[in-house]
C-alpha cells in the first residue's frame, strides 16, 4: 500500500467514491482534503443524504467502474 500525501489526493475532489463504516458502505462525493496528524482525511459527502464526514482515505474506495472497487490511492 503506497502512503498519499494530502497533496496527492487533489485529484480525488468533486470524485464519487465508497466509505465503508463497519457493515455499512455508502456512495459519497470528496469535497476536500487534509493531512491531519500525519494521516490524509478527506471531507465526505453522501451522494443521497445529507451531512459531511472528514474520513480516512483508508475507509474509501473508488466507485467500482464494472470491474470492482479500488482504493482512492
Given amino acids: 500500500m503506497s502512503i498519499a500525501t494530502a497533496t496527492q489526493m487533489l485529484p480525488a475532489i468533486g470524485q464519487t467514491a465508497r466509505a465503508q463504516f463497519e457493515d455499512l458502505i455508502i456512495e459519497v462525493r470528496v469535497s476536500d482534503v487534509k493531512s491531519s496528524y500525519g494521516r490524509v ?33
Fill in 41 to 73: 482525511r478527506l471531507l465526505v459527502s453522501p451522494v443521497a443524504g445529507t451531512g459531511s464526514q472528514w474520513v480516512e482515505v483508508s475507509r474509501l474506495r473508488a466507485a467500482p467502474s464494472g470491474s470492482g472497487s479500488q482504493s482512492l490511492i
